[in-house]
């Protein structure tokens, strides 16, 4: 059954009396608004996730509705709050299915697929269940009669809840008050809200909030032992922990169950005892109330995912933290132990309980617990991402099962790296990951992710030499490793993003991963950042896990944590001594001296096709500029550039006097062309003639470009407008805004056309052409090797050369992502295309002119593709902008309500307050109308983004059909009709 995507807007307060609660119960008006009940349902809500809230520490979570008197269950999706006003606002995806439902059973797409791509194979497995008293009712609009049609004057749905959950045998309740947006606007249900605030029962005895049930719920149990009010005795329940002598853990694991069983201190405790003064074995693992649960809920699920600690459901596990009691070599790396500790400390675990179980002095807890108040959750080196990240560049094309899957031998052959030192690279990395797998919780996957990423190293190297992107990491996302799932792909490429980094910090490693592009998932961030610690050693080691790894022997990995002051113990790991994967003296010094200096340069990465000084050059006088299939083709790019310097003179007084925004648009076109000439004609012309004439021209089109954008803005909003029926007074506020700016281009752009600057650069151009210079290379050497210099001979090779171009793009469309950049590339390469095309139209038959078309179609959606998502970012720009505007206005309407000091006289009194009184009117005015442009303005935005998942639809529609065959097809009859 088909799910319901919607965005969910309303407003909660916590109800803090009976008393309120029951007059919220029997509430019927506010002011002008009738109020009617509607219903009485009773729910119960179980929420899922993984153990380790990898959902609800994305800022996600998904809940299971249950309805007394239904035969069905309600499934929602919901994101995290991203309003900036006290509105929640909230994107959620519902799915209708059977009572007996469960997570793997939904199968709406866009549900599905969220899901999906979050968790990969992991199992959901419930986490709380809460029940829900709800008195729904109706909120119909200011005035409206109750004769008047419901379903337009349905303001909102009010609801009074009663919310309880249960643990330790005893129920806990909290009430709540929900208005949520049903048919009215949101500064309609903004004026409701204000009017019942305003109500004397509710002033003061109703709180606003922005948590949801779940994460009260959550709250309520993340601190079930303040508010049953009593406290657990020191070993009543179960407290496992580990000797930390040395010795086995098994001989000297210890079950407490009895206050007089502290007396009975272990060798361990009698020396620290000694050690520590007068300080006694009570201290230690008293149970310390008062400074427990400090973290907020979505700290705590992010902490989990840290250190890998799943949630329990045991109520008599107050520590929350039995888990961690382990030897400290066990802890893993230095941020899961720090995470630990928070946690334990949360859950109520004293200082001194806690440097005894993770083997840390006092001042080292004590120094980790400020850490975290002084920073919170920033104190960890990874990108907390508490909502949905809606700022990807990638989108998502198709599931991975669709697109090939590669193994990385397979990637390593196909970017030509070097299989011996892959293959190296990878055992060498392989006996670090046996050493350090079970005290990092590391899965076989994991393996394979280290595997992969060891082997392909420096992949994609040398494939971008204009642009300074990370080719590693889009090479795996558009190439699946077969066994990995969506997240472990991402994590894959992460760690070649990570890799990058030079002198590794923690705010350098957050800053790194928040600017990679995709948002990996705190418990995958930690497992790139330790495998990149693998690869890189002594680089990421310290940071990481807080150790220097050194090779001592052939069976012998040690590792040194860096506070030995404190714990002087230097705990070893022992590799495992087997016939296949001890450590010999001869891998150790491989690993040391190999770490990560392979230098392997891929054999097809060094691309000398850079076009970096992509120079236009050519000198023909004013003649004919047809193009014969005879030309030289140097002759031929002298016609094409003087043909598209008339179409720029042509246009430049249009630029000049404003007389029509589409002499801007081909001014630009025409300087494009001439960039394309350069690209299309470069190996045939002298490059250092053409050096400076490049310049110009990009100079040219970087003013003329910010010019355009403006006009292109103001023209598609204005058909949104008419498609809206609506007035352009409705978003005046924003006309103003880009008409200011546009006037500020445009003055830059008369600046420059009327500078010494751009009259030299076409005074210098004319003249070369009228010269007659000629400006092609000679095709003799002296050996008398003549080289192909005529279309005739040259063209059917530029064809096929520049269809490469486009059809390399298949390469990058095929996988689970596709860059927005891509396609704005690819839209460059198809424009080149084309114009190679049109560029030889006179010589070539009616095939051209038909593929011409169909390129030209190809091309405007991508160009329309392109001018929503610069779009949909100007938006949300002006949004910011107009939002600025709008914080002034109001302030200075405050300040107009202020009064004014006494007047001197009357008369200027009078004047003053005239003024005032007028002032206040324009400000009242100008706040209206920012409102209403920006209410504009967001759904104007929306129906840009909805627009580019169209024509993302109507590319693919079209680029399928555009493989090898269909190029050489139409090249080849293109050839034959022209006889070559």
Not at 274 to 299: A, K, M
Request: hydrophobic fraction near 35%; aromatic fraction near 10%.
């Amino acid at each position: 059954m088909s799910g319901i995507n919607k965005t969910e807007i309303e407003y909660k307060f916590g109800i803090k009396n009976a008393e309120t609660f029951d007059f919220l119960t029997t509430l019927s008006s506010v002011k002008d608004y009738q109020i009617k009940d509607k219903s009485h349902p009773l729910f119960t809500d179980f929420f899922y996730d993984t153990p380790d809230f990898l959902l609800f520490s994305l800022g996600i979570y998904l809940r299971k509705r249950l309805e007394t008197g239904r035969d069905d269950a309600v499934w929602t999706l919901k994101q995290a709050d991203t309003s900036d006003d006290d509105a929640c606002k909230r994107r959620e995806i519902i799915q209708t299915l059977p009572l007996d439902s469960t997570p793997a059973d939904i199968d709406d797409p866009a549900f599905e697929k969220m899901l999906k791509d979050i968790l990969g194979d992991l199992e959901l497995v419930p986490i709380l269940t809460l029940e829900q008293d709800r008195i729904f009712k109706t909120v119909y609009k200011k005035g409206a009669a109750e004769t008047e049609s419901f379903s337009e004057n349905r303001l909102g749905d009010l609801s009074v809840d009663s919310v309880s959950l249960k643990f330790s045998e005893q129920k806990h309740t909290f009430t709540e008050l929900e208005i949520e947006l049903a048919d009215g606007t949101e500064n309609e249900l903004q004026e409701f809200i204000d009017a019942l605030k305003e109500l004397p029962e509710l002033q003061n005895n109703i709180e606003s909030s922005r948590l949801s049930k779940f994460e009260r719920g959550l709250i309520l149990y993340f601190n079930r032992d303040k508010i049953e009010g009593k406290v657990i005795p020191e070993f009543e329940k179960k407290s496992y922990f580990t000797d930390l002598d040395g010795s086995d853990g098994n001989e000297n694991l210890i079950e407490k169950n009895d206050e007089n069983d502290i007396n009975d201190k272990t060798d361990k405790n009698k020396e620290a005892e000694q050690d520590g003064g007068n300080e006694v074995n009570e201290r230690i693992f008293e149970y310390d109330s008062t400074d427990s649960g400090f973290l907020l809920p979505q700290e705590k699920a992010a902490l989990m995912q840290i250190c890998g600690k799943d949630y329990t459901a045991d109520p008599t596990d107050y520590f929350g933290s039995t888990g961690f009691l382990k030897k400290p070599k066990e802890f893993g790396d230095l941020f899961s132990k720090n995470a630990s500790v928070l946690l334990s400390l949360d859950g109520g675990m004293s200082t001194g309980f806690a440097a005894q179980a993770f083997g840390l002095s006092e001042s080292e807890i004590n120094k980790i617990r400020t850490d975290f108040e002084e920073n919170r959750i920033e104190m960890f080196p990874f990108a907390f991402v508490f909502e949905s990240d809606e700022n990807e560049r990638y989108f998502y094309q198709k599931p991975i099962d669709d697109g090939k899957i590669w193994t990385a031998e397979e990637l390593v052959k196909y970017y030509g790296l070097d299989e011996v030192q892959s293959e190296s690279r990878a055992k060498e990395a392989g006996i670090l990951f046996d050493c350090l797998q079970s005290a990092n919780n590391l899965s076989e996957n994991d393996g394979i992710i280290l595997n992969a990423a060891a082997q392909l190293f420096g992949v994609g190297k040398g494939l971008s030499l204009e642009k300074n992107v990370n080719i590693g990491a889009d090479i795996i996302l558009t190439h699946p490793i077969e066994n990995l799932t969506l997240n472990e792909i991402k994590t894959l490429a992460l760690i070649f993003v990570l890799r990058k980094i030079k002198k590794p910090s923690p705010d350098k490693i957050r800053n790194k991963i928040l600017k990679a592009g995709f948002y990996v998932p705190l418990s995958y961030q930690r497992k790139a950042l330790i495998t990149v610690a693998i690869l890189e050693k002594k680089k990421f080691s310290e940071i990481v896990f807080g150790f220097e790894i050194e090779f001592e022997t052939e069976s012998r990995i040690g590792i040194e944590w860096e506070n030995d002051s404190d714990n002087p113990e230097i705990k070893s790991l022992e590799s495992d001594k087997t016939e296949n994967d001890s450590v010999g003296n001869e891998d150790v010094e491989n690993i040391l001296n190999n770490s990560s200096n392979s230098n392997n340069s891929s054999n097809l990465n060094n691309l000398n096709n850079s076009n970096n000084s992509n120079t236009p050059n050519n000198s023909v006088p004013t003649r004919n500029l047809k193009i014969e299939k005879t030309d030289i083709m140097a002759v031929a790019a002298e016609k094409i550039l003087l043909g598209r310097l008339y179409e720029v003179e042509k246009a430049e007084p249009g630029v000049l006097l404003e007389r029509d925004i589409e002499d801007v648009h081909d001014m630009r076109v025409a300087l494009r062309k001439m960039r394309s000439a350069n690209l299309i004609f470069k190996d045939f012309l002298e490059p250092n003639r053409l050096a400076e004439m490049e310049a110009d021209i990009k100079k040219t089109l970087s003013g003329l470009g910010e010019l355009r954008d403006l006009d292109v803005i103001l023209e598609k909003t204005d058909e949104w407008l008419k498609k809206e029926n609506a007035r352009r007074e409705k978003m005046s506020v924003f006309y103003d805004f880009v008409s200011s700016d546009r006037k500020k281009a445009h003055v830059e752009v008369v600046d420059y056309l009327t500078s010494e600057e751009y009259a030299d650069f076409i005074t210098g151009l004319k003249k070369t052409f009228d010269d007659n210079t000629y400006l092609g290379i000679p095709n003799i050497n002296k050996k008398g090797d003549v080289a192909p210099i005529r279309i005739c001979d040259v063209l059917p090779a530029v064809l096929y050369e520049k269809a490469a171009d486009i059809t390399a793009y298949h390469e990058w469309m095929d996988g689970p992502y596709i860059y927005v950049d891509k396609l704005h590339r690819l839209r460059i390469a198809a424009k080149n295309f084309r114009y190679t095309l049109d560029f030889f139209k006179d010589c070539l038959g009616d095939a051209a002119g038909h593929l011409i078309k169909e390129f030209k179609e190809l091309q405007d959606i991508l160009g329309d593709f392109h001018d929503a998502v610069v779009a949909v970012e100007v938006i949300g720009n002006y949004i910011d902008r107009i939002a600025e505007e709008k914080e002034r206005q109001e302030l200075k309407a405050e300040n107009g309500n202020v009064k004014s000091e006494k007047a001197k006289n009357e008369c200027v009194k009078s004047k003053a307050e005239s003024g005032k009184a007028s002032n206040e009117t324009s400000a009242e005015t100008r706040t209206a109308e920012i409102e209403t442009t920006l209410e504009m303005l967001d759904r104007y935005k929306n129906y840009r983004e909805e627009e580019m998942e169209t024509l993302l639809a109507a590319f693919h529609t079209k680029w399928e059909k555009m493989d090898r065959r269909f190029f050489n097809e139409r090249i080849a009859k293109i050839i034959a009709e022209a006889d070559f």
